[in-house]
């Protein structure tokens, strides 16, 4: 059965960090793109980042909300997705969710069921 | 690139056929083109892909069409579980994705 599991979510502090994860079974996170999706209280979905596959060279992309703050990387082994969040923001409060983007390469075809971020003082 | 979608909120019954509008301020290529529904407490669902192709599972009450700026979800009858907020969203071919910012379908 494939599954996304989404954790690490929380409470942090504006300027504070968090590492969310994204455990995945039924398929190779290596061998497939995988992104982040975020969504504020109330808002509608904004993309996060992207990192392609090992065949297409494991390149890294960022929305521009994101960028210099925010790292995606995978750990093959684990066959686990992460989202490093440094600096982070009251904005950044959200429901994070990690996606796998489709043999298409454009849509993303199967969902986490997300994991809260909270950014408060 | 910028999405809009229209109507903000369509009020109808079930039964009733829905139009929802997704209009890209440039040329979108169809091929990068797709949309969701969520409902309240769940992750989004890949309904369309391609502008026009249903996803795995879909019914065929869902259809998709358009091109250039201009696309279009269609649900030809209404049932009780389509009542959500549908996304459309776009790939702009160098990694970047944006979604619209929504249309919530609601029971009148």
């Known amino acids: 059965e494939v599954q996304l599991v989404e954790s690490g979510g929380g409470l942090v502090q504006p300027g504070g960090s968090l590492r969310l994860s994204c455990v995945v079974s039924?398929?190779?996170?290596?061998?497939?793109?995988m992104s982040w999706v975020r969504q504020a209280p109330g808002k509608g979905l904004e993309w996060v980042s992207v990192i392609y596959s090992a065949h297409s060279g494991g390149s890294t992309y960022y929305a521009d909300s994101v960028k210099g703050r925010f790292t995606i990387s995978r750990d093959n082994p684990k066959n686990t997705v992460y989202l490093q969040m440094n600096s982070l923001r009251v904005e950044d409060t959200a429901v994070y969710y990690c996606?796998?983007?489709?043999?298409?390469?454009?849509?993303?075809?199967?969902w986490g069921q997300g994991t809260v971020v909270t950014v408060s003082s | 690139i910028v999405l809009t979608q229209s109507p903000g909120t369509l009020s109808l019954s079930p039964g009733e056929g829905a139009t929802l509008s997704c209009r890209a301020s440039q040329s979108v290529s169809s091929t990068y083109l797709a949309w969701y529904q969520q409902k309240p407490g769940q992750a989004p669902r890949l309904l369309i892909y391609?502008?026009?192709s249903r996803a795995a599972g879909i019914p065929d009450r869902f259809s998709g069409s358009g091109s250039g700026t201009d696309f279009t979800l269609t649900i030809s009858r209404l049932e009780p579980e389509d009542f959500a907020v549908y996304y459309c969203?776009?790939?702009?071919?160098?990694?970047?994705?944006?979604f619209g910012p929504g249309t919530k379908v609601d029971i009148k």
């Open positions: 969203q776009r790939y702009d071919g160098s990694s970047l994705f944006t």
């Open positions: 391609g502008a026009s």
């Open positions: 039924g398929f190779t996170v290596s061998n497939n793109y």
């Open positions: 996606a796998n983007i489709g043999p298409r390469g454009m849509d993303f075809d199967l």
